[in-house]
């Protein structure tokens, strides 16, 4: 790809340009993130005008939000019994192993989804199908919509979501690289987990560090760093940091999400999160979607949107 892979989504060092040690010496990095900030303000005025769903604001400056009882009663209790039955069906037909895969496992598929590994942690993303009328219903309300649309500045359909098992393995024998502290891509992009289950400190509740989402100038600097390291090692995108590095860059400390059932968590994946530790054996169970639209694209209909991304793959 060549010079357009700057104007992609692409995050790889390795890649011959974004890669390259003297134009990141020279803050290329700097400059496609802040680009992808540009292009993110015109997307998300594109998508909302002046109007702002409430739950913007707390987003915009924390970079995560935690949305209890996000359903009634009755029609989280429905969707939960439907989970249930795919889930237990699936599980019976497809138990869960080890491929005994390190770091950032590939993909074993099948014809209802599929596994990834990340070293001994298991993530298990089931198809959401028409069969499914309850998950269907979730993926297309509207608030959830309403408020996706905005947060990610673009246009999605429910293609992005899956049923998703976490269930976390032997921790000692095969370390899970995504429970050390990272921030996912340059540039602002969202996950979110409708957490049909509770999630106690036991079952490894996501953490994130409020506020990091944000690009600030000591953030910037260490980007930069980060960038120039990277290239001279071909190193991926997906930067980690350590503790200590992290409490001097954010004012506000890493922080625990421990949740209810029937709660909605959103988070910016430019901020710095990880998961946390977990006992043996303990699963969570979500409806899990990773939203991610083309940093240097307007808001533009989804068919579009596809087809122009589909020609800087």
């Known amino acids: 790809m060549g010079i357009f892979s700057v104007f992609s989504k692409d995050k790889s060092f390795a890649l011959p340009v ?63 019994n439907e989970v249930q039955y795919t889930i237990t ?10 491929y005994g895969e390190e770091g950032f496992g590939d993909k074993h598929k099948h014809a209802w989804g599929f596994d990834r590994y990340d070293g001994g942690t298991l993530n298990r993303f089931y198809n959401i199908t028409a069969e499914q009328p309850s998950t269907q219903a979730f993926i ?36 899970d690289i995504q429970k050390v502290i990272h921030r996912d891509t340059f540039h602002s992009a969202i996950k979110l987990w409708y957490f049909l289950e509770d999630v106690e400190p036991k ?42 590095e992290l409490d001097a860059l954010s004012e506000e400390p890493l922080k625990a999400y421990p949740v209810k059932a029937n ?29 991610r639209p083309s940093p240097y694209l307007p808001a533009l209909p989804l068919a579009l949107t596809k087809r122009i991304a589909g020609l800087f793959k």
């Not at 010496?25 to 109007?51: E, K, N, S, W």
């Open 263 to 291: 709660t909605l968590v959103i988070a910016d994946i430019r901020g710095f999160h990880c998961r946390g530790q977990a006992l043996e054996n303990q699963a969570r169970l979500s409806i899990y979607a990773n939203i």
């Open 203 to 244: 079952h490894g509740p996501f953490h994130y560090a409020p506020g990091t989402h944000k690009m600030t100038r000591e953030r910037l600097q260490w980007e930069k760093q980060r960038s120039i390291k990277a290239s001279s090692e071909n190193k991926g995108g997906a930067f980690r940091i350590e503790k200590e």
């Open 89 to 98: 069906t699936t599980d019976q037909h497809t138990p869960i192993q080890s």
């Open 18 to 80: 974004i890669g390259s040690v003297r134009l990141n010496q020279l803050g290329l990095h700097l400059f496609r993130i802040r680009l992808a900030d540009v292009f993110l303000t015109l997307r998300r005025f594109q998508v909302m005008g002046p109007f702002r769903p409430q739950e913007y604001k707390q987003f915009k400056q924390d970079g995560i939000l935690a949305l209890e009882n996000f359903l009634p009663d009755d029609e989280f209790q429905k969707l939960l």
């Open 140 to 175: 297309h309300n509207k608030r959830l919509k309403k408020i996706t649309k905005a947060l990610a500045g673009s246009y999605h359909d429910g293609s992005k979501y899956f049923l998703y098992k976490l269930f976390h393995g032997k921790e000692e024998q095969n370390a």
